[in-house]
């Protein structure tokens, strides 16, 4: 890499600023390439750092896992967060349940019930996973977990084994709960500036509620619920 | 905070003699420090209250989780650096630039890795824009909660972006025909990633490796993240590590389990990139209550993530009535925009308002207006309109409006 921004740089300089020789010359550089810059990624260092998975199983992994081998896992890694069934704990996400909640006034937004994409939980496991330790599990106890929450959410049965094949045939059940096309604006006032309604009443005041920590000092710490 | 530091003052003063006329101040008759006292300056020790602060009882740990910007002590429309508000997922990670690696790859002629250095060769732009988290004023769709304008606002901040266009380097690449969106992906322990479509990449996104003036902050991204102008801050990746060329999205956690917006019939809406107009007064608010009857400067914020902020009106009366504020100088496409509105203060009981409305003719919804569409469960894209309940001692109440 080095040697060729050397070989850019330095004719650049003997030309006295003529733009014409600030170019990169063409006959080291791709038609794509104007400036040259970089290196050109290796195969093996694309592979490194290409980790995600679409939902037609683009870019999943060798290995596989199952139900039940995710279920250790589960519980050397995750349980102390989200439960040992999922349940959550505290402020870490509940995964599993909440069926038929999306259009009640407290819905329960889980694996299960809210996501799309059974890839989008192999993907985000395997990336961003366990919380304190991230990138540290092998493909297999990736599948294993994907299995396991899949599992705890009854969307595949006890013997379910995920791997690169069966992964991406798994429906979720909201896959078709999603409009993918921005539907706003979707309010219409109206820039009125004078009468523009007759009663106006206040329903709810944040005033003595004690929620809002201290705006003044040093950082507040007191408010934890 | 300046009320204290006054009070403080006041009682150094009465031991010794006033700093104030006809007295002859202290640091008038003495030398101060000298140049490089702190190589890199801070604010001055008065100034030690204004800082980003964090609501414990909302997130599980620090490490995942937002700091807000205080809206109330900032002046014209750029955050300065140490301000502005902060969101991480997995904590702020600290990069060496020079092993940091920029890989753009995928539906692309020739696969690149770009050292910073290498990053920085390219043409560059500085641009200024905000950027806000869709989950600004989350808190608020089932009642007022947050007694404070930092809380309630403080999920937003501007600065002026200095970076590559991402257009130059997709160019520089090569985009397959078939290529139609890009997958950015950060370098924390998050491995944040978000799907954009080309059109937004072509259009005005920048690779940023500096922020007012100098190179970004750890916990904005240092060395380099996206700017995605006017879109949710979610997209705008910080510690930015590759760019993945392909021809669909990839349906990502932050994209599909996070960062969509479910409506009260239980469908859900996605991709919603795009910060709609919010505006909100900053001068009164619950922090800078008003003292006594008389002349005051209403102030605030407005900006929209499709252009130009257009105008802005302000109600002393809960929405009846409404008064053109002026718009000051500089007003940019999807960057903070300051108003003001003198108003002579009679000591009544008041309800004051802000509505913004940008290029597109788009006016700023009330709160009733989005609950009638969106109900209370969709968390993200609350920008209705603030209303401010001004007291008869000057203090100042966050509430909605029935």
Known sequence: ?225 | MVGSAFSGFAKRASAAETQYPPGIPAWTRSLGAGVVADPYGMPSPFEKGVIRRNVPWLTAEKKSSVSFSPLQHLKGIITPNGLFFERHHAGRPEIDPQQHRLMIHGLVERPIILSMEDLQRFPSVSQIHFIECPANGGMEWRGAQMNSLQFLHGMVSCAQWTGVRLSTLMQEVGIRPEGKWVLAEGADGAAMTRSIPLEKVMDDVIVAYAQNGEALRPEQGYPVRLVVPGWEGNTNVKWLRRLEVGDKPWMQREETSKYTDLMPDGTARGFTWIMDAKSVITSPCPEMPLKGKGIYQIEGLAWSGRGRVKAVDISMDGGRNWQKAQLQEPVISKALTRFALEWNWDGKPALLQSRVVDETGYVQPTLAQLKAVRGTSSIYHKNAIQTWQLNADGSVDNVQLG
């Open chain 1, 1 to 225: 890499m080095f040697s060729l921004v050397r070989s850019f740089r330095y004719p650049a300089g003997l030309c006295f600023g003529l733009w014409m020789c600030t170019l990169p010359m063409t006959a080291t550089a791709e038609s794509a390439g104007h400036y040259g810059y970089g290196e050109t990624a290796t195969k093996a260092q694309i592979a490194g750092w290409d980790i995600d998975v679409r939902p037609d199983g683009k870019g999943l992994p060798d290995g596989s896992g199952s139900v039940d081998e995710g279920m250790k896992v589960f519980e050397t890694y995750c349980s102390s967060c989200h439960g040992a069934f999922g349940e959550g704990m505290g402020r870490y996400p509940k995964l599993a349940g909440g069926d038929g909640t999306l259009a009640d006034d407290r819905p329960e937004k889980t694996v299960g019930s809210y996501w799309p994409y059974a890839s989008t939980l192999w993907d985000y496991i395997h990336r961003a996973m366990p919380f304190f330790a991230p990138q540290s599990l092998s493909n297999d106890q990736v599948y294993a977990l994907t299995a396991y929450v899949l599992n705890l959410n009854y969307i595949v049965d006890g013997d379910f084994v995920a791997n690169k094949d069966t992964l991406p045939t798994v429906k979720m059940p909201n896959e078709d709960g999603f409009i993918w096309q921005d539907p706003r604006p979707d309010t219409d006032n109206k820039r009125c500036m004078h009468a523009c309604k007759d009663n106006v009443t206040v329903s709810d005041s944040a005033a003595n509620k004690n929620l809002t920590p201290s705006t003044t000092g040093p950082l507040d710490e007191g408010l934890t619920e």
